[in-house]
């Protein structure tokens, strides 16, 4: 099996390079299109392959990478963005693949990984569309946020490529303004478009119409059960902002018509009860968290809800009803997640007068 690797850029001249070095230890073939790039991108890229096209932009990401995989020529098209980053255990684990992959295999997924603790561990992923028998002709489909749906023979991998940004604290309005445009021009949003629309307002700080597109995605009841799941749990923080309590624990509990209990709503409604200083609700809540299963692995999973945050927060409140030898067990599950975290040790040293 042979991977025909694609990518679009525009300005990526400080990224570009460090995307292609581990590229190339398993593409085949590398396709570079760019939209638009005014800085060295195109050099960089010319150094990695003969193989870069231009592409006029149109503010749609799929039709600039439905036309980077319309080049590709080998057995399975793969996408990178500029700024991902292959470890080199992936680049083992993705050649070990190519030699063992089966024939009917029409679509792989891989770890997305999305940010990193201050050990550089993965702390919060998703799971993508990442490989495609070019055969079988898949189209990305939306303008921004866009995807191959999950359809046909799936394989899935716990493969990791890494999202790094040079410059994570800027946050560009590329993708909000493509959503105002087409909100502007009359757009019907689908069920996935209002989601990621309302993540994109959430990001950006537009709290109250946030809320409005998360509750109309919502009211459709056609989304997609992670991304119904996550709404809930956004929901409830967005509500926090607006001052709006009453709404909080409802929606909370919404999430559970769609599925089990989830770490990350728990968390939720421990702080919630940590709020009302019902230490004692809370600290179910937060217990629960380590004990209930993980999110979907096709889903986006923040570890931390699971290990970290409900183990510290649970440390934290069996102090103010005064267990403190119960808080220093939970204080040090919490450490085996960030065993350098300055709380873990000032509870440590907080609890060692008490007990």
């Not at 255990?89 to 063992?100: F, G, M």
């Not at 018509?257 to 600290?283: M, Q, S, T």
């Not at 067990?329 to 350098?340: F, M, Q, V, W």
Request: charged share 30%; hydrophobic share 35%; glycine share 2%.
């Amino acid at each position: 099996m042979k991977i025909s690797l694609c990518l679009i850029v525009k300005n990526e001249e400080k990224v570009l390079a460090r995307c292609l070095e581990s590229a190339t230890k398993f593409a085949d073939e590398i396709i570079i299109v760019d939209t638009g790039s005014t800085d060295k991108t195109k050099e960089i890229a010319a150094q990695f392959t003969d193989k870069v096209f231009d592409f006029e932009w149109i503010n749609d990401f799929s039709a600039a990478r439905n036309f980077a995989f319309s080049k590709a020529t080998m057995d399975y098209q793969m996408w990178l963005d500029a700024d991902d980053v292959v470890p080199e255990k992936s680049v083992t684990e993705i050649n070990e693949l190519k030699k063992t992959l089966k024939d009917h295999v029409e679509m792989v997924t891989m770890k997305y990984v999305l940010s990193f603790d201050q050990n550089n561990n993965p702390t919060f992923h998703s799971t993508r569309e990442r490989l495609f028998k070019r055969s079988k002709n898949y189209q990305w489909i939306d303008p921004v946020h866009e995807c191959i749906p999950l359809i046909g023979n799936l394989h899935y991998t716990d493969i990791e490529i890494w999202h790094k940004k040079t410059n994570p604290e800027e946050l560009s309005t590329r993708n909000i303004d493509i959503y105002r445009a087409l909100e502007k021009n009359g757009e019907e949003f689908t069920a996935r478009q209002l989601y990621y629309y309302a993540r994109e307002l959430k990001d950006h700080h537009e709290t109250a119409k946030a809320i409005t597109c998360y509750e109309k995605f919502l009211h459709l009841g056609s989304g997609w059960l992670e991304d119904i799941i996550t709404s809930c749990h956004q929901l409830a923080i967005e509500y926090k902002k607006m001052g709006a309590k009453e709404k909080i624990l409802p929606i909370l509990l919404k999430s559970f018509e769609y599925d089990v209990p989830r770490p990350d709503i728990c968390c939720e409604l421990g702080y919630y009860y940590k709020e009302e200083h019902n230490y004692h609700l809370a600290f179910k809540w937060f217990d629960l968290a380590t004990r209930v299963p993980e999110s979907n692995p096709v889903g986006f999973v923040f570890s931390d809800y699971s290990g970290y945050i409900p183990n510290i927060e649970a440390c934290v409140c069996l102090s103010f009803l005064g267990e403190y030898k119960k808080a220093h067990e939970y204080n040090e599950k919490a450490s085996l997640c960030r065993p350098d975290c300055p709380s873990v040790r000032q509870n440590r040293e907080y609890l060692r007068d008490l007990i």
